[in-house]
Structure formats: structure tokens, C-alpha cells
């Protein structure tokens, strides 16, 4: 398969406070994005156990998506503080497992912002694209 | 009673676990008492032959201690699991994949070239690596094939109890024992440790306090009684499964990880990756930065002896 007509699989995790709302935003003002990202909606970007991302990878995601508030708007305060530790503390572990960090990202976006929402997820959509299929080894 | 029969394995291993059996010391003439071993290749000479002429499940229990990375090693799994009524998995490489999983964060070709070529004792300027099968004048010689990946024994077979560690500590194993002397083993499947977590028994003393840098064991000196991770230092604690009676803790060293995941996680690694990022007390992008320097190899040092059995199993060929 030649990147071209590779459509990518990317889990979006999504706060409910903010990113959610702004993904709401971006729908209801008829912002086009990439049809590429599947949304899970999370209470907060610190629920994303770091699980949930190995999880994706596993079961066949190219990409992971996640969002927050904005640093100083969780709504639980510190929530994306936690998930600002853990991301790149991850992204790490994952080159060292084979997988490229540009496959996770992760960003801010306020219930306002449907045009960020969208532009975030046209860039990951491109990235993931560029990066190609992913695929774990079971056994070798 | 009629004597067991008792079959001790090692596949990919550091021989730690056998010689863990022998450190029961005196008990060994109990375990001699209860059991006729049958195979067990350290200590004694039997063949692969003898063990293929007994019946069907007629070996009581195997050990099989060290990981799968080769096809003799499935091979002899296999065989063992056949003529087995309880295959324990016995010690950190069987459960989990040990130390010698770390080679899943590289593959067979890599591995042999360092291994015949870039390692300095080398001189193999025509480039020959074992091959599975070379023909000779005096017949085909074989050898068994070397995996990419390196599996647990519950990825080849089916095991009835895991005894984890790096290796057992003998309590542990004295307490298996005595189960099978009594007939009183669990149901099948269980993992003969402690259902809660390293931090769960730890008595060092905990403050909830946050961390804002982190130290590598030469590093520092840490203060015994307290906590090591809120020292700073990376301890595998509030990731891994207790029951070992805290043997690195009370040495002042922090706990590797050697006895697994605790009951309900599934992947030690990414539990003691969220661990580690919840005390760390930082905010700035830059110092977080900082801070993931600092962790100097995060995959090796949160699945040091897990790596066989973390979700993802291997990097990515
Ligand atoms: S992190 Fe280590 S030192 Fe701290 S409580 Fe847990 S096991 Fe004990
Ligand atoms: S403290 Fe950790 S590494 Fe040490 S023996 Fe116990 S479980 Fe294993
Ligand atoms: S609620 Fe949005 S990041 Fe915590």
C-alpha cells in the first residue's frame, strides 16, 4: 500500500471540559477535518493511563490523539499537568520500543476552539500518513 | 504416599533459579523425601530420551525456570508440558520473560552481528553465523533455531502456577512445597506471591512528597527509612507485585520489578511510567524535558524482567 491511499486509524482521546467541547464546536460550525481520528471521550487528559495508548497501538491504532485543557484550565486542576509529565516521558519508551513519537500527540484545546480542534487533527492526520501503517509483532 | 516425580528445567537462564532450589538447603532432603526427580539437568544426567519414553502426565510437577528464545527450549516445553500434570512457570523469565527479554528490544539479525562480528574477541572476516542446519562430510549437523523474540512459558504452553523472582526467594519456594506435600496448591493459574503491591508491604516511611529530580543508585546514598521513590530514586515499588519479603529494599537498593505486575495491571511498565510522572512536582515545559533526560532508559528500567509479558512484547521490527 503506497502512503497515498493509506487512510490511518488514530484513537483520539478527548477531555469532556474542554476538548471535547471544542471538537463539538468544530462539528456544529461545520469545520472540515480528517475523518481519521475515532474519539473517546475521557473525563479529563489525566485519565489517559499510558495503557490506554500501548492498548491502541496493540490493537491496530497508527496514531494516538490526545487533548486537553488548556495548562490552568483543568477542571480537576491538575490533570494536564500530569498528562504533560507523562506524554513525553512515554514518547520516549515508545522510540526505544520501535515506535516513532511523532505517532502520539498530544495538545490543548479549549471548548472555543473548533478551528484548533481541526487544524490539530488535519496535522496529526498528515503526520501519521507520512509515518505509514503501524504494526506490532507478535511473535518472531 | 506414593514419592512424586519431580522435573526441574532451565531454558533461557542465568542457572539463578537451580541454584535457588539448592539454597533451600537441609529442606532439599525433604523435597528428596517427597519427590523422585527425574530430569533436571544442572545436578543430574538424565536425557531428553529418558523423558520422551515415560507415559503421558506422568510426571507430577515440573519447574521450568528461564524463558523460551529457541526452538530446543519450545521444543523441550512442550515435551515437559505433555508428560506434566502441573507445569509451574518458576522464576522471573518463565513468568515474565527476566532479563533475558530485554533482547526483544532487538531482533536475531542484530544480535548476531554483534554477537560473531562487532564483539572485539571476533575474527570472522567471511561472515558465518549459526545456521539451523550445515551439511558436512560426515552428515547434516543441526542446531536449534534462534528466535527474533523472546516468550514466556505460558506463550508456548499452558502453566498452572507461576512462581515469580529473580530468582524465587526460598520462603517462597518452601512454601510450594509444603502446598504440594499437603495437596492444598490453589486453583490453577495462580501467581504464588502477594495479591497487593511492593508499596503495599513496604515499611519505609511515605510522606506523599513530590520529587524534582531523579537519581541513578550510584548516584546517592539514600537515607534507609524512607521511601526511595520520594528520594528520587526509580524503585519498580508501587508497580510490582510483593511477596519477596522486600529483599533490594532492605538492602537499600530499589526494587527492579523482578516479581511483576500486581494483581489487576497489565502492564508494569506503563503503570510505573504513571507513577513516576504523578510525583514528579514540575510544570515548565523545559524541566519537563529535564526530567525525561533524567530517565536515562525508561522501556529497560520499567520492564527490566517484563518485557515477554508487556502488551506490546517487543519493539517494533
Ligand atoms: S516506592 Fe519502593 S521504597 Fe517506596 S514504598 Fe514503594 S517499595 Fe517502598
Ligand atoms: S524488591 Fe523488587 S526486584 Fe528486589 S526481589 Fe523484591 S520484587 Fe524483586
Ligand atoms: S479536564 Fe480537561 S484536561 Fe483535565
Redo the contacts between chains.
Keep these: 500500500m503506497s502512503n497515498s491511499d493509506f487512510e490511518p486509524k488514530i484513537v483520539g482521546f478527548l477531555c469532556n471540559w474542554c476538548s471535547y467541547r471544542g471538537a463539538d464546536m468544530a462539528g456544529t460550525a461545520r469545520i472540515k477535518s480528517a475523518p481519521n481520528v475515532r474519539v473517546v471521550r475521557v473525563m479529563c487528559s489525566g485519565r489517559v493511563?499510558?495503557?490506554f495508548?500501548?492498548?491502541a497501538?496493540?490493537e491496530g491504532a497508527d496514531g494516538v490523539l490526545i487533548l486537553g485543557c488548556h495548562?490552568g484550565d483543568c477542571h480537576y486542576v491538575e490533570g494536564n499537568?500530569?498528562t504533560?509529565?507523562?506524554v513525553?516521558?512515554?514518547k520516549?519508551?515508545l522510540e526505544?520500543?520501535?515506535?516513532e513519537e511523532e505517532r502520539v500527540r498530544l495538545d490543548w484545546v479549549s471548548a472555543s476552539e473548533g478551528d484548533r480542534f481541526s487544524s490539530i487533527v488535519n496535522e496529526v492526520t498528515a503526520k501519521v500518513k507520512e509515518l505509514g501503517p503501524?504494526?506490532?509483532?507478535?511473535?518472531? | 504416599m506414593a514419592k512424586l516425580k519431580l522435573a526441574l528445567y532451565w531454558a533461557a537462564s542465568c542457572g539463578g533459579c537451580d541454584i535457588a532450589v539448592l539454597d533451600i538447603n537441609e529442606k532439599i532432603l525433604d523435597v528428596a523425601e517427597l519427590a523422585d526427580i527425574v530430569l533436571w539437568p544442572v545436578a543430574l544426567d538424565f536425557k531428553y530420551h529418558h523423558i520422551e519414553a515415560m507415559e503421558d502426565g506422568s510426571i507430577d510437577v515440573c519447574l521450568f525456570n528461564g524463558s523460551v528464545r529457541n526452538s530446543e527450549q519450545e521444543k523441550i516445553a512442550r515435551l515437559l508440558r505433555q508428560k506434566s500434570k502441573v507445569m509451574v512457570a518458576f522464576g522471573s523469565c518463565a513468568c515474565f520473560g527476566g532479563i533475558p527479554a530485554l533482547g526483544n528490544?532487538t531482533?536475531?539479525a542484530e544480535i548476531f552481528e554483534r554477537a560473531y562480528i562487532e564483539a572485539p574477541s571476533n575474527n570472522n572476516t567471511d561472515r558465518s553465523f549459526p545456521e539451523t542446519s550445515v551439511k558436512v562430510e560426515e552428515g547434516e549437523l543441526e542446531l536449534p533455531e534462534f528466535?527474533?523474540?523472546v516468550?514466556t512459558l505460558a506463550?508456548v504452553v499452558d502453566v498452572e502456577y507461576f512462581v515469580p523472582g529473580c530468582p524465587p526467594p526460598v520462603d517462597l519456594i518452601l512454601k510450594f512445597v509444603d502446598l504440594l506435600a499437603t495437596a492444598q496448591l490453589p486453583p490453577p493459574g495462580a501467581i504464588l506471591a502477594s495479591e497487593k503491591t511492593l508499596c503495599d508491604e513496604c515499611e519505609r516511611v511515605k510522606e506523599e512528597k513530590k520529587i524534582t529530580k531523579i537519581y541513578r543508585p550510584h548516584q546517592i546514598i539514600p537515607e534507609p527509612e524512607k521511601c526511595l521513590l520520594e528520594q528520587g530514586i526509580i524503585c519498580l515499588g508501587p508497580a510490582t507485585r510483593g511477596g519477596c519479603g522486600m529483599r533490594c529494599i532492605q538492602a537499600n537498593m530499589p526494587c527492579r520489578g523482578c516479581f511483576g505486575p500486581p494483581a489487576g495491571v497489565?502492564?508494569q511498565?506503563?503503570?510505573m511510567?504513571?507513577a513516576?510522572?504523578?510525583i514528579?512536582d514540575?510544570?515548565e515545559?523545559a524541566e519537563?524535558?529535564r526530567?525525561?533526560d533524567e530517565?536515562v532508559?525508561?522501556?529497560?528500567t520499567?520492564y527490566r524482567f517484563g518485557m515477554s509479558s508487556s502488551?506490546?512484547?517487543?519493539?517494533?521490527?
Excluded: C, H, W
Design positions: 493511563d499510558p495503557i495508548v500501548l492498548k497501538f496493540k495548562p499537568y500530569k504533560a509529565r507523562r513525553p516521558l512515554l520516549k519508551m526505544q520500543l520501535g515506535i503501524f504494526r506490532v509483532n507478535e511473535r518472531g | 528490544f531482533n536475531r528466535y527474533d523474540t516468550l506463550d497489565y502492564d511498565g506503563a503503570k511510567l504513571s513516576l510522572a504523578s514528579f514540575i510544570k515545559e519537563i524535558a526530567m525525561v530517565v532508559d525508561p522501556a529497560g520499567f502488551m506490546l512484547k517487543r519493539k517494533r521490527m
